[in-house]
């Protein structure tokens, strides 16, 4: 009280103490936790920008989810917080717009299938249609998630039957199924087989251009950090996010 009363000497009520150091406000009010949802193809890419986004906004941190689109989007619909999600076809994220969780989804990047094998290629694969052979163990995606509707679409076109041993609920589990030699073969997205180098053989599919993925990104409307997560897409779908996803082997959906 007699300091509050005194003389010039005294600091502003709102002042830290002396020794003390308050926290400065970040610049553009960015900062908090902020959650982002994405297809678990969208891995490398999404963890590269997160870092960028930390290093550019140092109060703000970032967290990560990533699952089949089809999972998150359930998630998102059961209530689970999050701020952005990031789904590897607009079938899914229009489930999400439908429920009135977000609107005006960005189409930010593009994406086809490849086969892949382990290095040593055990069922001898040399096509799309090899893999309908009877005594090869295909390990594909299920039908509800987007790579494995891309793969029903390239059976259509193709006009392949597989009948796999196992539908995995994400891409990264039929990779995870090849390079473990627990198959002889699986349907993953070429940027997966571009990640995974050397630990599988990769076998192009010219007919996957009929059937390509267009991976939409949304502010969720329950976002508890809407200016993060604006910020966020802006990265995404700009020029950096754009040279980050070139690099890892996503088209633009302009086609450019």
Known sequence: MLAACGGGDAA??????????????????????????????????????????????????????????????????????????????????????????????VPFATNTLAVVTPPDDPGGVASFADLARSGLAVVVCAPQVPCGAATERLEQLTGTTLTPVSEAGSVTDVLGAVTSGQADAGVVYATDARRAGDAVRTVAVPAADGAVNTYPVAVLDDAAEPAAARAFVDLLTGPEGREVLAQAGFGAPDGS
């Open 12 to 105: 502003p009520p709102d002042t830290a103490p002396a020794g003390a150091t308050a926290p400065a406000p970040a610049a553009d009010g960015l900062d908090g936790t902020l959650t982002v949802f994405a297809a678990a193809s969208l891995t490398e890419v999404v963890g590269e920008l997160a870092t960028v986004m930390e290093q550019e906004h140092p109060r703000l941190t970032v967290r990560t989810s990533f699952a089949g689109s089809s999972d998150l989007a359930a998630q998102v619909e059961q209530g689970a917080p999050a701020d952005v999600l990031a789904t590897a076809d607009e079938r899914t994220m229009q489930r999400v717009v439908d429920a009135g969780l977000a609107a005006d989804p």
